[in-house]
């Protein structure tokens, strides 16, 4: 149901980048598309700005000329298209999911695009009004019109000579009255010939100067004309960019519908990549906290303790049942469940901050309190329906872990051992766990060691080492009691050792001892009164009813047939042990591959003349006792499905 | 009423070792080999409780 949820739920941005870089690459990489980031947000509240500054100071761009009030807008659409740039740049790297983030992020964005888109198309505008008014059509239209409109007036010869001969005509009528001496007659003739003169010249005048308002009337439309022509040349379609008019083209569009489109072409990807540029920090940013890092490439930890907030770090409570641990209910194992726990993992935050506030949380629970039950020997692998490691059950395993070893003498409570105990426990089940030392920095592991021992000692497993103080002298010592328990186990475990059985219990070994012996010593720690062995017996149950199948041996087991081939195992020869148990012990010795083929023949080679004739073992059944025996070594954690299985390749990689 | 209990119990198989399974089939065959050094021994219990931490009682019970 999970894998199917999985595989419906795409990957984020940082889950991939977890998967496909390393911490050094993703840390690199940062810096680089944070300052193209920061040159895109630059880009556009320039853009923006240019856009609401425009419209405010009606183009005016010449600061000397600008008013008060002028200065004033200017300053409102820096806060504004400032505002609203901010916006953009944080909203964009959040790495934030909800409907009011969407919300916002789409008002920011139509603002930026309506601006920008207006910004683009008015410069592009102002770019066709250039090209057009240095066109020669328009220059020659516009000479054109200056010339027509500019020409000197000219009085017409013609016009003159007819208002010469009318004034002429007026000045004889007026001097008709010289041939009064001759008679009325005369001087009637006189006044009608001038008259006529007169009237003629009149006629004349008003002709030409009909025709000359005709003329001026014609010349006033061409000029007219010649105006609307300049008009439409001032802002020629013909000198859009050739890509507007390709679109124009096309589709069929308006010039301005076309430049809306070439603008939005432009601003649009301006925008994607932008929004682009602020996710991938953010994605970038995310994978990174996974690593426990800030972008910068300073340890989380750091920054937490600087801000004084790793002592008040929450610590998150282990909610889980007491049999996290315990087999999945159907099979008893399932695959390694490493990329689940991986995200999981990285999901949860910083591992080392976490892991120190768990070390606080464990100190005070368990101060006081008895021992955890859970054990080193708890297999991580058995966490899978629990979907993988939280940071808490990291730290858990990590401080169980060194804790036994502590416990066993094995290691010092020092930090030095302690880091390499982890560090070794973190390679050994770096696939189960998801990380791997190297993804952690050495003070990290350093200070996770700190935690643990402070863990340790709050919980009284080591105390101050007052005794033997000094440079180079440890700081810690194993607590009297545990002293006592070791020097005790110690005794047992030599007692054990000599009938062949491990201590502690190891799967493979102590499946070859000798059950008899078992019980002898179980016997003679009752009747001495000590228990020991009843100890290492309930220890052993302990720890399995923790989830960690280790072995309870137990003197039941099924004879074996008569005719057995000798040479099969020493363990069986005595019937202590199954088939499983040698062929365990066969791969460790690496006399069998893990590989299905290698373990099929393996088997059918050791049945082969075992069979009892009630029944007859054949391919699939042996096929059967493969698969049974490959499910129980991975429940056991002796082995693991190859990750990155590939035809040809190992499917499967023994880690016991 | 019976049906009522099969539905609420569970049968596992498990080993002294404390392994165990849940398939009977698969337990016999790998008795029939001596697979895990005894024999299986079944074991019902509710649904739903846990099997690891019964079979370790039954364990316990019978190591006493």
């Not at chain 1, 972008?295 to 007491?322: N, T, V």
Request: aromatic fraction near 8%; hydrophobic fraction near 40%.
């Amino acid at each position: 149901m999970n894998n199917t949820n999985a595989q419906q739920q795409p990957e984020t941005w940082a889950e991939q980048l977890l998967k496909n870089k390393t911490a050094g690459e993703l840390r690199r990489m940062h810096p680089k598309i944070q300052f193209f980031y920061l040159v895109s947000a630059a880009g556009a509240f320039a853009a923006s700005f240019m856009f609401v500054g425009g419209v405010w100071l009606g183009a005016n761009w010449h600061p000397s000329a600008w008013t008060t009030e002028n200065w004033v807008a200017v300053g409102i659409a820096l806060l504004m298209v400032g505002g609203i740039t901010a916006g953009q740049y944080f909203s964009y790297s959040t790495g934030i999911k909800s409907g009011l983030m969407i919300f916002a992020k789409a008002v920011v964005i139509l603002f930026a695009l309506g601006s920008e888109i207006s910004q683009t198309m008015e410069r592009e505008a102002e770019t066709v009004r250039n090209r057009s008014e240095q066109s020669e059509v328009f220059k020659a239209t516009v000479g054109a019109i200056q010339s027509a409109t500019n020409a000197p007036v000219q009085v017409s010869p013609v016009l003159a000579d007819a208002q010469a001969a009318a004034a002429t005509a007026q000045v004889e009528i007026d001097a008709c009255e010289r041939h009064r001496s001759k008679g009325q007659a005369r001087v009637d003739k006189c006044l009608r010939i001038e008259r006529g003169n007169l009237a003629a010249a009149q006629a004349r005048i008003q002709t030409i100067q009909d025709q000359a308002a005709t003329t001026a009337a014609a010349n006033q439309s061409t000029a007219l004309a010649m105006v609307d022509q300049a008009k439409q040349l001032q802002f020629d379609e013909k000198q859009h960019f050739q890509g507007i008019q390709f679109i124009q083209k096309i589709f069929g569009v308006s010039a301005i519908a076309a430049a809306f489109i070439f603008a939005f072409g432009i601003i649009g990807t301006f925008e994607s990549m932008f929004w682009l540029l602020g996710a991938l920090l953010g994605a970038i940013g995310q994978a990174l906290k996974a690593y426990g890092l800030t972008p910068q490439g300073r340890l989380i930890s750091d920054e937490y303790k600087e801000m004084g907030l790793m002592q008040d770090a929450p610590a998150p409570e282990p909610k889980q049942p007491h049999n996290e641990y315990a087999p999945s209910q159907s099979v008893g194992f399932s695959p390694s469940p490493t990329l689940a726990a991986f995200n999981q993992y990285k999901q949860s935050g910083h591992p080392v901050a976490a892991a120190a506030a768990s070390a606080d949380w464990l100190a005070g629970k368990l101060s006081g309190s008895p021992a955890p039950t859970s054990s080193f020997s708890e297999p991580l692998h058995t966490t899978r329906h629990a979907g993988g490691l939280t940071d808490t059950r990291l730290f858990r395993y990590l401080y169980t872990g060194v804790r036994q070893q502590v416990i066993d003498g094995e290691i010092k409570p020092t930090v030095r051992p302690i880091t390499d105990a982890v560090t070794t426990i973190m390679r050994k089940n770096a696939s189960q766990i998801g990380i791997t030392p190297e993804l952690m920095a050495k003070p990290q592991r350093q200070q996770i060691a700190e935690s643990i021992l402070s863990g340790l000692e709050k919980e009284g497993v080591v105390k101050r080492n007052d005794i033997d103080v000094g440079v180079g002298k440890p700081k810690y010592i194993l607590s009297p009691k545990y002293l006592a328990d070791l020097a005790l186990r110690s005794t047992w475990n030599r007692e054990l050792k000599k009938h062949c059985i491990d201590s502690p219990a190891d799967d493979v070994l102590n499946k070859t001892a000798d059950q008899d012996a078992i019980q002898r010593i179980i016997n003679k720690g009752r009747k001495s009164g000590l228990g020991t062995a009843e100890t290492q017996l309930s220890m052993n149950l302990k720890s399995s009813s923790e989830g960690a199948v280790k072995p309870v041996q137990k003197s039941s087991q099924k004879p074996l047939a008569k005719g057995e081939d000798e040479t099969l195992s020493k363990p069986l020869a005595k019937g202590q042990s199954g088939l499983y148990g040698e062929w365990v012990a066969a791969v460790s010795e690496k006399q069998c591959r893990p590989s299905v083929n290698a373990t099929w023949s393996w088997i059918q080679k050791r049945i082969s003349n075992k069979e009892t004739g009630s029944r007859t073992h054949d391919r699939t059944r042996i096929t059967s006792m493969q698969k049974a025996f490959f499910s129980r070594a991975m429940h056991e954690g002796l082995m693991q499905q190859n990750p990155n299985y590939r035809n040809g390749g190992k499917k499967y990689i023994w880690i016991g | 009423m019976n049906e009522t209990n099969e539905a609420t119990m569970q049968t596992v198989y498990y080993w002294q070792d404390g392994y165990w399974i849940t398939d009977q089939e698969e337990a016999e065959l790998l008795d029939s080999i001596n697979a895990f050094g005894s024999e299986h021994t079944m074991l019902e219990i509710p649904a739903g409780e846990d099997i690891q931490q019964a079979v370790n009682e039954q364990l316990i019970k019978q190591a006493a």
